[in-house]
């Protein structure tokens, strides 16, 4: 399908990179206040708090597909697009499986190499699915993530409290700089990155069909 008119990912991911810095604040000064747990959960890794902003993924996966397709930007084909992302999505863990059927130590290098080739596995083959939707999700990937990482190097070196430095229960002893490149920097920029363009695409693939069947009607 040609293109109408020009879709600039900057502007695309503009709105929702804010509304997601603005979840991100509100959810640090809810863990800094100790308000509802249930909301606002500063267990190690957020423990499925409902205010994040993994959870905007699939909000916005939605609205940048239908806005792709809208502009006549759509995926060549939405079986081959489903079925790439739904290939992305497996990838992760089942080297999650092979990780734990070696008996690799969770921190050790090892797993950290199947989660990194991991991530990167699974995002080269979701950016192929749909790609114009791809470019734009990794961009507001980086958008959400980029702060949340140095927002959690703030915390871990302050000790707040919070679930941004709060480490897991095997993590052992280690400077702050070390602590959050295992917490921080390797999660955000690796696993946070694939789901968002993954998970995203998904969301993003559906709503796109359904706005392109509309367009085609009308």
Do not use: C
Not at 62 to 76: D, I, N, S, Y
Not at 95 to 108: C, I, N, Q, T
């Amino acid at each position: 399908m040609t293109q109408d008119a020009p879709v600039r990912t900057g502007q695309l991911i503009l709105v929702p990179a804010i509304v997601s810095l603005a979840v991100t604040l509100l959810r640090l000064v809810g863990e800094l206040q100790g308000w509802s747990p249930v909301f606002f959960s500063r267990a190690a890794g957020g423990g499925g708090a409902i205010v994040g902003i993994s959870w905007l993924v699939l909000v916005f996966g939605a609205w940048f597909g239908w806005k792709l397709a809208k502009a006549g930007a759509g995926p060549a084909g939405v079986g081959r697009g489903l079925g790439l992302t739904l290939l992305a999505l497996v990838i992760l863990p089942v080297l999650g499986v092979v990780a734990s059927r070696l008996k690799l130590d969770p921190l050790g290098r090892g797993t950290l190499v199947i989660y990194v080739v991991g991530s990167v596995a699974a995002l080269a083959v979701g950016l192929q699915a749909w790609p114009a939707l791809g470019r734009t999700l990794l961009a507001y990937a980086f958008a959400a993530r980029i702060p949340v990482a140095l927002l959690m190097l703030a915390a871990i070196y302050g000790n707040w409290g919070t679930h941004y430095d709060v480490a897991p229960p095997n993590l052992p002893a280690m400077g702050p700089l070390l602590k959050w490149f295992y917490i921080g920097f390797l999660p955000q920029f690796t696993i946070w990155i694939a789901f968002t363009v993954v998970v995203g695409s998904l969301f993003g693939i559906v709503a796109g069909a359904i706005a392109r069947r509309g367009r085609t009607a009308a």
